[in-house]
Nanobody, 124 residues
Framework: QVQLVESGGGLVQAGGSLRLSCAASGRTVRNYGMGWFRQAPGKEREFVTAIRWSSGRTYYADSVKGRFTISLDNAKNTVYLQMNSLKPEDTAVYYC?????????????????WGQGTQVTVSS
């Protein structure tokens, strides 16, 4: 089993920044893909970004390219999501997830482990 605990959400004005953290524990995730997804009220869960722990290769949704950055801290077993130039449409609950599969890194249904979610609210 893998446990994921997110932190770092909050309220920020448009144009501001937040950094989300996702601490992983339990089974090693060093061969996993780690992703961030978000879900706004009344909308489906959507892919935001992901990274392969073994290679460091990253993936981004078009809507966040150039504004969001995903990174890893091996020593802390933690994944970060740095969010800059935030927009009101970024408002959502953000979820960290772990994918043990080699494929489907941008598809939420390939992820086996999920954090509890953290609320990000961007005011205009």
């Amino acid at each position: 089993q893998v446990q994921l605990v997110e932190s770092g959400g909050g309220l920020v004005q448009a144009g501001g920044s937040l950094r989300l953290s996702c601490a992983a524990s339990g089974r090693t995730v060093r061969n996993y893909g780690m992703g961030w997804f978000r879900q706004a009220p009344g909308k489906e869960r959507e892919f935001v970004t992901a990274i392969r722990w073994s290679s460091g290769r990253t993936y981004y949704a078009d809507s966040v390219k150039g504004r969001f950055t995903i990174s890893l801290d091996n020593a802390k077993n933690t994944v970060y999501l740095q969010m800059n130039s935030l927009k009101p449409e970024d408002t959502a609950v953000y979820y960290c997830a772990a994918n043990p599969n080699q494929n489907g890194i941008m598809s939420w249904n390939f992820y086996d482990y999920w954090g509890q979610g953290t609320q990000v609210t961007v005011s205009s």
